[in-house]
């Protein structure tokens, strides 16, 4: 088993930033993937980010160039870099774990105001 807890999520104005950190513990050994996912109101989760074990990052077209996955191997953590926010960025936001299994974080709310 893996489990997630997030932080850093908060209310921002429109063109402000956020950080959000994701830390891991458990059977942390067989992760592989570890990313964000967002769901908004009345809408259905998406992906927001991933980064694999070796680095290697993806991003939906909605935020690239101005969020940043990132991790931090000896702290088993995970972050998202959120610059440039607007109103659609609002959401709950999920860390996501991929090993033997998919495991989720119990989400941060983040807010953009106008």
């Known amino acids: 088993q893996v489990q997630l807890v997030e932080s850093g999520g908060g209310l921002v104005q429109a063109g402000g930033s956020l950080r959000l950190s994701c830390a891991a513990s458990?059977?942390?050994?067989?992760?592989?993937?570890m990313g964000w996912y967002r769901q908004a109101p009345g809408k259905q989760r998406e992906l927001v980010a991933t980064?694999?074990?070796?680095?290697?990052?993806n991003y939906a077209d909605s935020v690239k160039g101005r969020f940043t996955i990132s991790r931090e191997n000896a702290k088993n953590t995970v972050y998202l870099q959120m610059n440039s926010l607007n109103t659609e960025d609002t959401a709950v936001y999920y860390c996501?774990?991929?090993?033997?299994?998919?495991?989720w974080g119990q989400g941060t709310q983040v807010t953009v105001s106008s």
């Open positions: 996501a774990a991929k090993g033997q299994g998919w495991y």
């Open positions: 980064i694999t074990s070796g680095g290697s990052t």
């Open positions: 458990g059977s942390i050994f067989s992760i592989n993937i």
